[in-house]
T-cell receptor, first 114, second 116 residues
Framework: DADVTQTPRNRITKTGKRIMLECSQT?????MYWYRQDPGLGLRLIYY???????NKGEISDGYSVSRQAQAKFSLSLESAIPNQTALYFC?????????????FGPGTRLTVL | AQKITQTQPGMFVQEKEAVTLDCTYD???????LFWYKQPSSGEMIFLIY??????QNATEGRYSLNFQKARKSANLVISASQLGDSAMYFC?????????????FGKGITLSVRP
């Protein structure tokens, strides 16, 4: 099955460390997204990319950076992690040609910053 | 103003009964789409149902239906014949504009618990 995968699935790190979360997809989709989920706040968009050369900030991009290494890979970096970045992170993909823009989600990465 | 509002703090339903999860939205764009996703305790996000703003009929997908009231800007999810496996968090989301450069905005979610 074509899929969206995220690595790692769980990560505990310390304040000040650099962390990279990776997302890969075999769906052949051109659009990719990074969200974070906090209890009571739903999902909030961090960054999104409509193709390899197109990167855009979302609602809450401060403290994060991204890299779209290929159509199938979209990485999220925390340059210097802080405790309030503890959250569940989701990668998602969608297909440009698809009018309704349904997004397909990876399984999530649970990040804890101590 | 919030674009997607889900105000029910938590919902309980008896197994085999129907339940409605509320969602109201705010947009001035005439072309938009509304989604519902389910998030079980395992954490993954599962797409349930979609309603386009120009769709003439309410969307249905198996036991899921969407009560779309455009004038009231509401898109409530109806789950019929609830099952224990329906216990999860449910998110309403909206896409504004056409697919070309659109993004999704999510509500804060509603927790549903199905009682045996």
């Amino acid at each position: 099955d074509a899929d969206v995968t995220q690595t790692p699935r769980n990560r505990i790190t310390k304040t000040g460390k650099r962390i990279m979360l990776e997302c890969s997809q075999t769906k052949g989709h051109d659009r990719m997204y990074w969200y974070r989920q906090d209890p009571g706040l739903g999902l909030r968009l961090i960054y999104y990319s409509f193709d390899v050369k197109d990167i855009n900030k979302g609602e809450i991009s401060d403290g994060y950076s991204v890299s779209r290494q290929a159509q199938a890979k979209f990485s999220l970096s925390l340059e210097s992690a802080i405790p309030n970045q503890t959250a569940l992170y989701f990668c998602a993909t969608s297909r440009r040609q698809e009018r309704r823009n349904e997004q397909f989600f990876g399984p999530g990465t649970r990040l804890t910053v101590l | 103003a919030q674009k997607i509002t889900q105000t029910q703090p938590g919902m309980f339903v008896q197994e085999k009964e129907a339940v409605t999860l509320d969602c109201t939205y705010d947009t001035s764009d005439p072309s938009y789409g509304l989604f519902w996703y389910k998030q079980p305790s395992s954490g993954e996000m599962i797409f349930l149902i979609y309603q386009g703003s120009y769709d003439q009929q309410n969307a249905t997908e198996g036991r899921y239906s969407l009560n779309f009231q455009k004038a009231r800007k509401s898109a409530n999810l109806v789950i019929s014949a609830s099952q224990l496996g329906d216990s999860a968090m449910y998110f309403c989301a909206m896409r504004e504009g056409t697919g070309a450069n659109s993004k999704l905005t999510f509500g804060k979610g509603i927790t549903l618990s199905v009682r045996p």
